[in-house]
């Protein structure tokens, strides 16, 4: 893509604007707590005091509106002590000649680095740099350095005890995420009628898992029927590919087949019926049909006057083999599902979990701080993007700071606020961001200023505007980050408003250092940058490691059934569809980048990339139909199925080492484990198990074949398929 093509479609992103607006009783909780702060402080402490308090709580506040699952009063604490310390450390140091740039670069150089440890704690770790700079104008002694940083903090205590006292929707993001799963599990099934190869979209239950870990608080007052139904999903996921996979399941064509289409169907409107009854917390409500009743009698009774088939799966006597062993096993989940949601069982956990009561209990804040600093550890290397960021984040800031200083401008901290509103770690949200906030900076501080002017309002008319704006900001969060702008720049003029200053001088001056803090933000981006399809052979070698990890423990599951290998499995599932999501991520962001850029495989394309991933997503397909059949406990061993799946795991490994170092990609030892696991299957009677590890297999070898295809530049014969990321 050309420069130009880039930066016009990034300007395009910054400034579109969506329909969607935040709850309004959420934004308008934030703004009521912000108000709470605002005018109290400024009857008893004067203007500057409450600048500071107002800043901590809108920045608080701001925070407890990050995609997280945390308790919001626990964000908003925890951004206000940040704040207050930030607020605190730079009125001593601004008092000292030459320690405040000092300090701006330190605490600059550690807002970049907390993007190690997640968005969230990105984003608020940026917001503290811009609350130093604004709230640090005149030198102040200890004392009052003190104060300034308390009622800072004070703004993220109030924000959590509104928070508490009004709590407007507790649980309706962990509601609306396990929803999704299941609704699109149901857009699965239906995608599975016409395409039995199709893949599922692992995000919803990406973020599922992260919504279902819990605080202690929490997994108390969890609503019971919440509980297991994760799970639950994701033992479906395997089981309607194995059902609808033609080497495993049903075959291509005939009766068998039709049957399974109306297995598919029945379970999509059930599914769809799941998510609309964990979505409202309304009882289940299935479409009055007799296949869906099939399927999850006896939880449901059918429609008075409708008979239920005499197999609750539907299969009807059509089904063969493994292909009705996965009807009645979808059967069984759907039927588990129900009760759970009609009678909300705490006892359907079936699935390994971490910790008592089947909870993945997520510790508090605090104990997150060992944690946190191992990611910031890992990412403290210069190849490192996130160190990357934090070092252009640091220089950025600081020189937009010398710049604006050295110029003479009053208001100078405008310049560096913004370059550190701007940077990101990618191009993309770089760019798009500065324009949004140029744009919405410049109306914002136009429309405010132009009320100051004309209307010259009091303390308090300007106090009851700036908490309007709050409400404005927080209310237009996920329509457009350029409108959103707007709402934070009339906040903040009207804010320092308070302040003594001619209203259209400042406008002026706010207006140019806006541009003067973006154009320094967007130069130093395009002349250091971070280019993301430089790391895309990194995120491929670590996503086919992790397939393969994952393969291979489902694999050690049919030699020795007994041993407890769900956890293992599960692990290594997690592991890949990370690693998966981090490779879709960094493509994305590769898509958006100007120029030419070399994939960071030597030799490699990134067409050639492209053809790689499909093949490691049919690798981990492959993988989910053979955990879709995981035999019991009881079930007799496969000789010889340890040995393959640790060959693969070995194989893949190496493969992956030899994509970053520009060696030739050789599964020969694994053809060579496959046709030995094969001679010992041969050996074993025949049976469901048996049958279904020969074609699993058979998949996993044709997969890794298709790999190496792809990254030697020979054409498949069979296309270029679509990414078959079913393992995520």
């Not at 490994?653 to 050789?666: E, K, M, Y």
Request: proline content about 6%; glycine content about 10%; charged content about 20%.
């Amino acid at each position: 893509m050309s420069w130009f093509a880039a930066l016009r479609d990034t300007a395009r992103t910054g400034l579109t604007l969506d329909r969607t607006l935040t709850d309004p009783k959420r934004a308008a909780r934030g703004a009521v707590a912000v108000g709470l702060v605002l005018f109290p402080t400024l009857a008893l402490g004067g203007p500057s005091l409450a600048t500071s308090a107002a800043m901590g709580a809108f920045i608080a506040g701001t925070a407890t509106f990050q995609r997280s699952f945390r308790p919001r009063a626990s964000l908003a604490v925890a951004a206000g002590i940040g704040l207050g310390t930030s607020t605190f450390l730079g009125y001593l140091a601004v008092g000292v000649f030459g320690l405040f740039p000092a300090l701006l670069a330190v605490w600059a150089f550690g807002a970049g680095l907390a993007w190690a440890i997640g968005p969230t704690a990105g984003v608020v770790a940026a917001n503290t740099v811009s609350v130093m700079l604004i709230v640090v104008q005149l030198p102040v002694g200890v004392l009052a350095a003190l104060g300034h940083g308390l009622v800072a903090a004070l703004g993220g205590v109030v924000q959590a005890a509104v928070i508490t006292l009004w709590p407007i929707g507790s649980w309706t993001a962990q509601r609306a995420a396990l929803a999704d799963t299941y609704a699109e599990l149901g857009d699965y099934a239906r995608r599975l009628r016409q395409d039995p190869t199709a893949h599922v979209d692992p995000a919803p239950f990406m973020t599922a898992r992260h919504a279902a870990a819990l605080t202690p608080w929490q997994d108390r007052h969890r609503p019971p029927e919440l509980r297991g139904l994760r799970g639950i999903a994701e033992r479906i996921r395997p089981t309607l590919a194995a059902l609808a996979d033609p080497k495993v399941g049903a075959p291509g064509e005939g009766p068998q087949r039709d049957r399974a289409r109306e297995v598919l169907a029945a379970s999509a409107e059930a599914m769809d019926a799941l998510a609309r009854a964990i979505r409202t917390g309304d009882p289940v409500r299935l479409p009055r049909t007799a296949p869906v009743y099939a399927l999850v009698a006896p939880a449901v009774p059918p429609p008075t006057g409708s008979a239920a088939p005499a197999d609750p799966s539907v299969a009807g006597g059509r089904l063969q083999g493994a292909a009705k062993r996965s009807a009645r096993r979808l059967g069984g989940l759907l039927r588990k599902a129900a009760d759970t949601l009609d009678r909300g069982d705490v006892d359907t956990v079936t699935m390994p979990v971490v910790g008592a009561g089947g909870a993945l209990h997520k510790p508090p804040l605090f104990r997150t701080l060992p944690a946190a600093l191992r990611a910031v550890r890992r990412q403290a290397r210069p190849r490192s993007a996130v160190f990357q960021h934090a070092v252009r984040l640091t220089g950025v800031v600081t020189a937009a700071y010398l710049l604006a200083r050295a110029a003479g401008f009053q208001h100078g901290y405008w310049a560096p606020m913004t370059a550190a509103m701007v940077m990101r770690p990618d191009f993309a949200q770089t760019y798009s961001r500065g324009v949004a906030r140029l744009a919405g900076t410049v109306v914002g501080v136009a429309v405010s200023t132009l009320v100051v002017q004309l209307a010259h309002p009091g303390e308090w008319v300007l106090a009851a505007l700036a908490v309007l704006c709050v409400g404005g900001a927080y209310l237009t969060l996920r329509t457009g980050y350029a409108l959103m702008t707007v709402g934070i720049s009339s906040y903040v003029v009207f804010l320092l408003g308070l302040q003594q200053g001619d209203p259209l001088t400042t406008a002026f001056e706010r207006v140019g250092l806006t541009l003067l803090g973006g154009s320094v933000a967007l130069v130093t981006y395009a002349l250091f940058p971070t280019w993301q399809t430089a790391r895309l052979g990194e995120r491929l070698a670590e996503w086919l490691a992790a397939a393969g990890r994952y393969a291979a423990a489902v694999i050690d599951g049919y030699e020795d059934p007994a041993a407890p290998r769900g956890r293992e499995v599960r692990t290594a599932l997690l592991d890949s569809r990370e690693a998966r999501s981090e490779l879709l991520q960094a493509m994305e962001r590769a898509d958006a980048e100007p120029g030419r850029h070399a994939s960071g495989l030597p030799g490699v394309s990134r067409r050639r990339i492209d053809r790689a991933r499909a093949a490691v997503g049919r690798l981990g397909r492959a993988a989910v139909v053979l955990e879709a059949h995981l035999p019991a406990a009881d079930a007799e061993p496969v000789p010889g199925a340890a040995a393959f799946a640790e060959e693969l795991r070995l194989g893949t490994a190496i493969a992956a080492a030899a994509l970053l170092t520009g060696r030739p990609v050789d599964f020969g030892a694994v053809r060579g484990a496959q046709a030995q696991l094969e001679k010992r299957l041969a050996e074993v009677p025949e049976g469901v198990q048996r049958e279904v590890l020969w074609a699993g297999v058979r998949l996993l070898t044709q997969a890794l074949k298709d790999l190496e295809r792809a990254l030697r530049g020979r054409e498949d014969v069979r296309g270029e398929p679509t990414d078959g990321g079913m393992e995520a």
